[in-house]
C-alpha cells in the first residue's frame, strides 16, 4: 500500500502550503489563475453530477493539484460504512486524480440520522478498535491510504482511557493510515480539555504526518470553538512551528470556512506559514495573486 | 456504556426533542470550564447553527418574510420533525416545504401567509435544480424510428432539473422581491387567474418560465406518465398546437427523452 501511495504523491505533487477552496473564490481563481501550490477540497461539496459544481471541479484539477478532505464517512459511527458514498468518492477521486482523500476521527451519524457535525468518541480501546477496523475497510475498497485528522472536541467521555494523542498514534500504527494534524484543534482542546501540547507533539508518529492544518478560532468566552472564522491565532502559529521544524516538508493548508475573506486574505496566511516551514528547509514558493 | 449506546444517546439528545439529557449526561466528565450540561449544550446548538444555515441559504426569501427569529424557530422545530437521514447536507430541506404546510394548518400567526408552502416549494425546487444531474440529449433519431403502432407505449422523460408550478398567489413577485433581501413594496396583489410556471436549468443556471394553461396541462400529463397516444387524446389537447408546444419543450430542454414501456424485439 505504501508503494501504490508513494506512486500518487509523485504524480501529483502536494508541497507547500494549499488553501481551502471555496465558493466565494473560485470564479476569481477560474479566471486569474494565481499561483497557489495546492487546493484542498470538502469532498461532499463535490460528489453531485450535474450542472455547474463538477464542470469547477475539472477546472481547477486542470490547473491545480487537489486532494478531497470529507466529512461524511463517519468513520466512527457504529453504523454500516455507506458503501454508496464512498463508491463516489472513489469515481471522482480517480477521474480527476485526486491526489489524496482525509477524514476525521470522529462519527457524524449513527442509526441512520445525520448531525452534519463532527461528534467526538471517546478514546477507548473499543473506539480504537472500531475505527482501525472502519479505516481498513476504507483503504481496501480505495487501494489507497487514507489520512485521518484530530478533532476539536468540547466533551469528556468517562470511558475515555487513552490520550487523544496516543490514541490518534496507535490509530495511525494498527489501521496503517496516515495523519493529517489540525493544529488549531490541537489548541482548541488544550483551552477547552487542556491537553499537554508538548506531550501531544512528542507522542505523535511524525512520519506518518503527510498533511498540516491552520485555521482560527472563535472566542466564546468560557469555550473556545474551532469555528474556521478568523486568521490563525498567534499562539496557534507557535505550536504550528513546534510540529513543522520536525516535519518541514510535509504540506499545510489553511481552512477558513465562515466568513471567508478575500483570497488575498487567505493567500497572506498561508504565506505566513511558508515564511514559518521555510526556516526549516530551502526553498519557498511565492504567493502572487494577479 | 458500550459505543453503540454513547453514540446513539449522544445523537437523539442532539435530534430529538423529547429526550431526557441525563441518560447521556452520566456518560460525561466535568471540564474546568465546561459542566457536563454545557458540553452537550455546545454540539445541540452546533448541529442547529448548522441546519439553520443550510435552511436559510435554501429559503432565503421564506427566511426574509418570516424574519430571522420566527424562521430560525421552525429551523428547530423541522429538526426535530424531520432529522437528516442523508449525508449530503444539499438533501436536508427536502421535506421542509411539508413542514411549512403542517405549521401554518396549526398555528395561527402564519394565517396572514397563506402562500408560504408555495413559495417554499418554489425555493426548494430552485435549490434541487442547481445541483440535479445532468440529461441526456433528446435522441431524435430514436424517435423517428417509433413505430406508429407503439405510440400507446411511449411516454416522454422530463428534464432532472425540471419541476412544475401552479399558484393562485402572486408567489414569483414575492419571491423575487424577498431572495436576496426584502425589496420594495412588500404588498402584492392577486393574480386574475391561477398563475403556471415551470422551473428547470439552462446550463448551469435555473430559470422561471411562464405557461399558458395549455402548456401547463401538457407537461403535467407528461409529468404523470401518460403514453403519447393518451395524451393525444386528453380533452384539452384540441385548444392548443401539440406537436409546436412539444418540439418547443424539448428545445427548451424540459422534455429530454422517452421510453417505450415494453422491449421491442
Same mark, same amino acid.
Given at each position: 500500500?505504501?508503494?501504490?501511495?508513494?506512486?500518487?504523491?509523485?504524480?501529483?505533487?502536494?508541497?507547500?502550503?494549499?488553501?481551502?477552496?471555496?465558493?466565494?473564490?473560485?470564479?476569481?481563481?477560474?479566471?486569474?489563475?494565481?499561483?497557489?501550490?495546492?487546493?484542498?477540497?470538502?469532498?461532499?461539496?463535490?460528489?453531485?453530477?450535474?450542472?455547474?459544481?463538477?464542470?469547477?471541479?475539472?477546472?481547477?484539477?486542470?490547473?491545480?493539484?487537489?486532494?478531497?478532505?470529507?466529512?461524511?464517512?463517519?468513520?466512527?459511527?457504529?453504523?454500516?460504512?455507506?458503501?454508496?458514498?464512498?463508491?463516489?468518492?472513489?469515481?471522482?477521486?480517480?477521474?480527476?486524480?485526486?491526489?489524496?482523500?482525509?477524514?476525521?476521527?470522529?462519527?457524524?451519524?449513527?442509526?441512520?440520522?445525520?448531525?452534519?457535525?463532527?461528534?467526538?468518541?471517546?478514546?477507548?480501546?473499543?473506539?480504537?478498535?472500531?475505527?482501525?477496523?472502519?479505516?481498513?475497510?476504507?483503504?481496501?475498497?480505495?487501494?489507497?491510504q487514507i489520512l485521518i485528522e484530530n478533532v476539536?472536541?468540547?466533551?469528556?467521555?468517562?470511558?475515555?482511557?487513552?490520550?487523544?494523542?496516543?490514541?490518534?498514534?496507535?490509530?495511525?500504527?494498527?489501521?496503517?493510515?496516515?495523519?493529517?494534524?489540525?493544529?488549531?484543534?490541537?489548541?482548541?482542546?488544550?483551552?477547552?480539555?487542556?491537553?499537554?501540547?508538548?506531550?501531544?507533539?512528542?507522542?505523535?508518529?511524525?512520519?506518518?504526518?503527510?498533511?498540516v492544518h491552520l485555521a482560527g478560532f472563535d472566542?466564546?468566552?468560557?469555550?473556545?470553538?474551532?469555528?474556521?472564522?478568523?486568521?490563525?491565532?498567534?499562539?496557534?502559529?507557535?505550536?504550528?512551528?513546534?510540529?513543522?521544524?520536525?516535519?518541514?516538508?510535509?504540506?499545510?493548508?489553511?481552512?477558513?470556512?465562515?466568513?471567508?475573506?478575500?483570497?488575498?486574505?487567505?493567500?497572506?496566511?498561508?504565506?505566513?506559514?511558508?515564511?514559518?516551514?521555510?526556516?526549516y528547509r530551502s526553498g519557498n514558493f511565492n504567493?502572487?495573486?494577479? | 456504556?458500550?459505543?453503540?449506546?454513547?453514540?446513539?444517546?449522544?445523537?437523539?439528545?442532539?435530534?430529538?426533542?423529547?429526550?431526557?439529557?441525563?441518560?447521556?449526561?452520566?456518560?460525561?466528565?466535568?471540564?474546568?470550564?465546561?459542566?457536563?450540561?454545557?458540553?452537550?449544550?455546545?454540539?445541540?446548538?452546533? +448541529? #442547529?447553527?448548522?441546519?439553520?444555515?443550510?435552511?436559510?441559504?435554501?429559503?432565503?426569501?421564506?427566511?426574509?418574510?418570516?424574519?430571522?427569529?420566527?424562521?430560525?424557530?421552525?429551523?428547530?422545530?423541522?429538526?426535530?420533525?424531520?432529522?437528516?437521514?442523508?449525508?449530503?447536507?444539499?438533501?436536508?430541506?427536502?421535506?421542509?416545504? +411539508?413542514?411549512?404546510?403542517?405549521?401554518?394548518?396549526?398555528?395561527?400567526?402564519? #394565517?396572514?401567509?397563506?402562500?408560504?408552502?408555495?413559495?417554499?416549494?418554489?425555493?426548494?425546487?430552485?435549490?434541487?435544480?442547481?445541483?440535479?444531474? #445532468?440529461?441526456?440529449?433528446?435522441?431524435?433519431?430514436?424517435?423517428?424510428?417509433?413505430?406508429?403502432?407503439?405510440?400507446?407505449?411511449?411516454?416522454?422523460?422530463?428534464?432532472?432539473?425540471?419541476?412544475?408550478?401552479?399558484?393562485?398567489?402572486?408567489?414569483?413577485?414575492?419571491?423575487?422581491?424577498?431572495?436576496?433581501?426584502?425589496?420594495?413594496?412588500?404588498?402584492?396583489?392577486?393574480?386574475?387567474?391561477?398563475?403556471?410556471?415551470?422551473?428547470?436549468? +439552462?446550463?448551469?443556471?435555473?430559470?422561471?418560465?411562464?405557461?399558458?394553461?395549455?402548456?401547463?396541462?401538457?407537461?403535467?400529463?407528461?409529468? #404523470?406518465?401518460?403514453?403519447?397516444?393518451?395524451?393525444?387524446?386528453?380533452?384539452?389537447?384540441?385548444?392548443?398546437?401539440?406537436?409546436?408546444?412539444?418540439?418547443?419543450?424539448?428545445?427548451?430542454?424540459? +422534455?429530454?427523452?422517452?421510453?417505450?414501456?415494453?422491449?421491442?424485439?
Open positions: 500500500m505504501d508503494v501504490f501511495n508513494q506512486k500518487r504523491l509523485n504524480d501529483k505533487p502536494i508541497s507547500g502550503t494549499g488553501i481551502g477552496l471555496r465558493s466565494p473564490h473560485v470564479n476569481e481563481i477560474l479566471t486569474d489563475l494565481p499561483e497557489i501550490p495546492w487546493f484542498e477540497l470538502l469532498a461532499d461539496n463535490h460528489l453531485v453530477e450535474g450542472g455547474l459544481i463538477p464542470l469547477q471541479l475539472e477546472k481547477i484539477c486542470q490547473h491545480y493539484p487537489v486532494t478531497f478532505h470529507s466529512v461524511g464517512l463517519s468513520l466512527g459511527s457504529v453504523d454500516p460504512l455507506d458503501m454508496n458514498y464512498l463508491a463516489k468518492l472513489k469515481k471522482i477521486m480517480k477521474q480527476y486524480d485526486i491526489a489524496w482523500l482525509s477524514e476525521h476521527c470522529c462519527f457524524t451519524s449513527v442509526a441512520g440520522f445525520h448531525s452534519h457535525d463532527l461528534l467526538p468518541l471517546p478514546y477507548s480501546e473499543e473506539s480504537l478498535s472500531h475505527m482501525v477496523n472502519r479505516i481498513s475497510q476504507v483503504q481496501d475498497f480505495l487501494g489507497e476539536s472536541s468540547y466533551m469528556k467521555f468517562a470511558e475515555t482511557t487513552l490520550d487523544e494523542a496516543d490514541f490518534i498514534s496507535e490509530l495511525a500504527e494498527q489501521a496503517d493510515c496516515l495523519l493529517l494534524i489540525d493544529v488549531n484543534n490541537i489548541y482548541v482542546n488544550h483551552i477547552n480539555q487542556g491537553i499537554d501540547i508538548d506531550n501531544y507533539l512528542t507522542s505523535l508518529p511524525a512520519e506518518r504526518i503527510k498533511e472566542d466564546r468566552g468560557d469555550f473556545i470553538l474551532d469555528a474556521h472564522n478568523n486568521p490563525v491565532a498567534e499562539p496557534v502559529w507557535k505550536i504550528y512551528e513546534s510540529l513543522i521544524q520536525q516535519i518541514p516538508h510535509v504540506p499545510t493548508l489553511i481552512e477558513w470556512d465562515n466568513d471567508i475573506p478575500s483570497l488575498q486574505r487567505i493567500l497572506d496566511e498561508a504565506q505566513k506559514a511558508e515564511v514559518i516551514a521555510d526556516k504567493y502572487a495573486v494577479s | 456504556m458500550p459505543l453503540a449506546n454513547i453514540e446513539k444517546t449522544f445523537m437523539d439528545n442532539l435530534l430529538k426533542s423529547s429526550v431526557k439529557e441525563s441518560e447521556f449526561l452520566t456518560q460525561l466528565l466535568p471540564l474546568s470550564s465546561l459542566t457536563k450540561e454545557k458540553q452537550l449544550s455546545i454540539y445541540k446548538s452546533n +448541529v #442547529n447553527g448548522a441546519y439553520q444555515k443550510v435552511l436559510g441559504q435554501v429559503y432565503p426569501a421564506c427566511l426574509n418574510i418570516l424574519g430571522e427569529d420566527y424562521f430560525n424557530q421552525l429551523c428547530r422545530a423541522y429538526r426535530f420533525k424531520y432529522p437528516s437521514t442523508d449525508s449530503d447536507l444539499n438533501n436536508y430541506g427536502e421535506y421542509f416545504t +411539508v413542514f411549512v404546510k403542517e405549521q401554518s394548518d396549526l398555528h395561527d400567526e402564519l #394565517n396572514d401567509f397563506e402562500y408560504l408552502a408555495e413559495l417554499a416549494l418554489l425555493e426548494w425546487h430552485w435549490h434541487a435544480s442547481f445541483y440535479a444531474d #445532468n440529461d441526456s440529449s433528446f435522441a431524435f433519431e430514436k424517435l423517428a424510428k417509433v413505430e406508429p403502432s407503439e405510440q400507446n407505449i411511449l411516454i416522454f422523460i422530463l428534464s432532472n432539473s425540471f419541476s412544475l408550478h401552479s399558484s393562485i398567489y402572486p408567489v414569483l413577485d414575492i419571491w423575487k422581491a424577498n431572495k436576496s433581501s426584502v425589496e420594495g413594496n412588500q404588498e402584492f396583489s392577486m393574480p386574475e387567474a391561477e398563475t403556471y410556471f415551470c422551473i428547470s436549468r +439552462v446550463e448551469f443556471t435555473p430559470k422561471i418560465t411562464l405557461l399558458n394553461n395549455y402548456q401547463y396541462e401538457l407537461l403535467k400529463s407528461i409529468s #404523470n406518465g401518460l403514453s403519447l397516444t393518451q395524451l393525444t387524446e386528453r380533452d384539452f389537447i384540441a385548444a392548443g398546437d401539440f406537436q409546436n408546444e412539444l418540439t418547443r419543450f424539448i428545445q427548451n430542454g424540459w +422534455v429530454t427523452g422517452f421510453s417505450l414501456l415494453e422491449l421491442r424485439d
